[in-house]
């Protein structure tokens, strides 16, 4: 097993975390880290202690998490949760937390999900293929989020992945539909991208506030 550290001290991993079983009990441990963002990924624990840039990344976040969250709602579509919550899925062999996960009522009623009760009660985990994720890309986070996470995606069944990379300009925003043959992006006329699992298409843009500073917008139609 290799351990990849990024922009941090090192973090300890125990030597008895071989595999995904193994490292879900190490997160039930005393000794797992509070801080820092620490996956299970195809054999390999992926520890990252870099902080979160506020506009790039926090604030990209925050406005997904806000449109989405008043979409599903309002439409009873089904359970949206941002950033912390545990995703497992053991044909893909990974174990982290998505920058934002969707799981559709159907889904929920259906056996490719399953709801994970914690030793204290409450749940604390999913495991399976909810209907869709969110990364929204950082520099320790690149090649996770196009490369190892993109095939795991796949491999584990989830019918869209939201990739979004707002460092650049212009900003890169991608709905990555499940093919037979890996994720292929939607396409964007005039920057909106048609996602089939709202039934919505959506289009993320950018203006520098009175402060200098970057503001997002997803807006939807």
Known sequence: MVTFIADGAPISVPEWVVD???????IDADDFPEQGRIWWLKGEVLVDMSREQIFTHLAVKNEFSFVLTGLVKVRALGLFLPDGLLLSNFAADICGNPDATFISQETLRSDRVRLIEG?????????GAPDMVLEVISRSSEKKDTVVLKKAYWEAGIPEYW?????QEPLKFDILRHTSRGYVAARKPDGWAKSAVFGKSFRLTRR???LGHPEFTLAVR
């Open 20 to 26: 995904i079983e193994s490292f879900r009990r190490w």
């Open 119 to 127: 030793v204290d009660g409450g749940y604390v985990e999913l495991q």
């Open 163 to 167: 990739l979004v990379d707002a460092r």
């Open 208 to 210: 520098t506030n009175e």
